[in-house]
């Protein structure tokens, strides 16, 4: 996906009469026209765009197509510089002071960037590349309506990259049909710079500048590098075949490709600082992380059902077997004992309150009870006042209901009288609870009033 | 193989990529609603898994009702055997008698009625003093059977002056004819 979003860069190599472009093996080719006052006119600069586009094929809704671009020497002035060692952040700031002091223009007016070639506790040398910034801003202007996001560095860097030996003591001359650009390198590092006419004092330059190798790239390479026979040791930058392929895009490739670092033009309008930029490759773990959270919330509340499904409906499916067989073991014990409690007939009770009703004097000839608490009684008192207090007894104790006197005779002689009443106690729950006095130990005598 | 133009390369790369999309969003819902239905499926089982918490927390309570019934009537009625319940029960009625000091008489034991759920009912008689009567009445229900005192007949020994005839129905219930749903919502 990144791949595809984001498009294989451009390596471009851009002089004043024309530019190379090389992408992914195939090239283009396009000549710059320049007016009077230097500048690329307007006519070419539409069908240089349009030509670019035309090789890019990008989409609109793709984004901005990198190019790396590397520009001829002419006009550019390579300085270095000794700088008290600063933060890191704070470099730049330095630099910017020493360039207002060394460079005939301010550093807003310059398009410039550096490289660090030494860094000890109290100084550091710097390399200061400079060119006016109308002449990359020209570029940059051109190169954006076409959809790239232009990069600036040095061909000549992009050339000795090339080179078997790029830290090598060098020197690169690249002849092209506008003239002769020689750069002598050490280190790794350009040394000096040198500009000629295809027609100019090549060989004493050569010899002045040339402290080992010289490499020889452009089309007139081989018209120089016969001139130069028996004075130097010559050699052709080997450079593939094929249109906009040149030693600089070959170079700037090879780069990119090796990931090594250039030095950058940049116009300082802007601090970098400022502008806000978006690194995928930057974020990446922390977009992964939450992007992996966001997964597991989206996906956490299905993996709970896809892993707990079974096991809850194990879990219940027992749950209601044991429900079940509980159900059918306490249930009938529950209701047969809660049955057997409820009809438990109150013979004690009735007893009890029949003993705490009788008068003195009472003779029970007979005591019946049954379960429907029917209660019938034979006996004999004193007299038929006695029987009347009897019932009104009963009746005040609230237990029975309507006591019933079915018979009362006197005997023959008149001392006593035969009763035989009935009664019937009261439902559960519309009897009184009985408070059971127990007698004290050792007073366990039959009640008197009992047979 | 032929050959194939760029713009027919193009064709077939956008139809693969067009087809390939459609496939994934096809697969996608399909996987989408299959997880769906598995996640209702499983709301429903842990919204019955709650009911039947709730639905059995009573439970608890009854088995605590059930076992202090049966610690108050000295039995469980799961264990008793129902061929010989009758015959521990008379034999227990006479033993708790004897040794209350009730002196047993006739005791007729005759098949109950299976309608009011009976498997027998034993007459008794005896003869005592007040105390060991009332003793016995009390001891009654916690012999560790399943018996029901349907009546009770109290009279006068004339020729043992203190003495009372006690005289005794008692049911002894089957526990059997409870296990059947329409006698436990009798």
């Known amino acids: 996906m990144r791949e595809w979003l984001n498009s294989p860069p451009v390596f471009m190599e851009l002089g004043r009469r024309s530019l190379k472009a090389r992408r992914e093996g195939a090239g283009l080719e396009v000549p710059l026209e320049r007016g009077a006052d230097g ?87 710097v390399l200061v590349a400079a060119v006016r910034r109308e002449v990359v801003e020209e570029y940059a202007a051109l190169l954006a ?27 690169l001359l690249e002849a092209g049909a506008e003239g ?12 000096a710079v040198r500009v000629l006419p295809l027609t100019g004092p ?41 249109e906009g392929n040149s030693a600089a895009t070959a170079g700037l490739e090879k780069i990119v490709a090796a990931g090594l670092p250039f030095l950058r033009l940049q116009t300082r ?120 207090d009897f019932r009104t007894k009963l009746i005040a104790s609230g237990f029975f209901g309507a006591p019933t006197v079915e018979e009362q005779t006197p005997t023959p002689d008149r001392q006593k009288v035969n009763f035989r009443m009935s009664a019937e106690w009261k439902p559960a729950g519309f009897r009184p609870v009985l408070k059971v006095e127990m007698p004290a130990a050792g007073t366990n005598q039959p009640n008197p009033n009992l047979p | 193989m032929p050959n194939l133009t760029p713009s027919e ?18 697969a996608g819902w399909q996987a989408c609603r299959w997880l769906g239905r598995q996640r209702a499926d499983y709301l429903r089982l842990v919204a019955q898994g709650r009911q039947l918490k709730v639905a059995v927390q009573p439970f608890a309570d009854r ?24 015959a521990d029960a008379s034999a227990a009625i006479q033993k708790a008698a004897q040794g209350g000091g009730l002196q047993p008489g006739p005791i007729r034991e005759s098949a109950g009625r299976a309608a009011n759920k009976e498997l027998a009912t034993i007459q008794f008689e005896g003869t005592g003093q ?49 296990k059947t749903p329409e006698a436990s919502h009798a």
């Not at chain 1, 002769?180 to 040394?191: A, C, D, I, R, T």
């Open chain 1, 269 to 388: 309008t802007e601090p970098a600082r400022l502008a806000v930029k978006f690194s995928f490759q930057e974020h990446r773990p922390a977009l992964l992380r939450v992007a992996g959270l966001l997964a597991l919330l989206l996906l956490l509340p299905y993996g709970e059902a896809l892993l707990f499904r079974p096991l809850v409906a194990r879990k219940i499916a027992a749950f209601q077997a044991e429900q079940a067989r509980f159900t059918a073991v306490v249930d009938p014990e529950l209701n047969f004992l809660q049955s057997l409690k409820q009809t438990q007939p109150p013979y004690l009770d009735a007893l009890y309150v029949l003993a705490q009703s009788a008068p003195p004097g009472l003779h029970l000839d007979s005591l019946s009870l049954n379960q429907r608490g029917e209660i019938s009684l034979k006996a004999s008192l004193q007299n038929g006042q006695q029987v009347t």
């Open chain 2, 9 to 26: 390369r193009r064709t077939i790369r956008y139809a693969t990529v067009g087809l390939a999309i459609y496939l994934t969003l096809f």
């Open chain 1, 145 to 171: 309506a076409a959809g790239m996001n232009p990069e600036f560095t040095l061909s000549a860097l992009a050339r000795n990259a090339l080179t078997p030996s790029p830290d090598a003591a060098q020197l």
């Open chain 1, 202 to 242: 090549v060989e004493k330059t050569v010899t002045d500048l040339a402290a080992g190798t010289v490499y020889l790239s452009g089309p007139a390479a081989e018209t120089i590098s016969a001139r130069l026979a028996g004075r130097a040791d010559c050699r052709r930058l080997a450079v593939p075949d094929g």
């Open chain 1, 180 to 191: 002769l650009e020689l750069v002598s390198f050490s280190g790794g590092l350009p040394l």
């Open chain 1, 39 to 125: 500048k690329i006119t307007a006519v070419s600069r539409d069908l240089a765009v349009a030509r670019l586009q035309a090789f890019l094929g990008r989409k609109r809704w793709q984004p901005a197509v990198r190019a790396v671009c590397g520009l001829g020497v002419q006009g550019v002035s390579l300085r270095r510089m000794t700088v008290p060692t600063a933060a890191k952040g704070e470099l730049e700031g330095v630099l910017r002071l020493q360039i207002e002091a060394e460079f005939p223009l301010s550093p807003d007016s310059l398009a410039w960037g550096w490289r660090e070639l030494a860094d000890d506790a109290a100084k550091c040398e």
């Open chain 2, 130 to 178: 007040v105390a060991a009567v009332m003793g016995f009445l009390q001891r009654l229900p916690t012999l560790g059977f399943p018996v029901l005192v349907d009546s009770v007949q109290i009279s006068g020994d004339p020729m043992r002056p203190g003495q009372m005839k006690l005289n005794l129905t008692i049911k002894v219930l089957d526990f059997e004819q409870w």
């Open chain 2, 63 to 86: 088995a605590a009702v059930v076992k202090k019934l049966m610690d108050e009537f000295h039995f469980d009625p799961a264990a008793l055997a129902r061929n010989s319940v009758v």
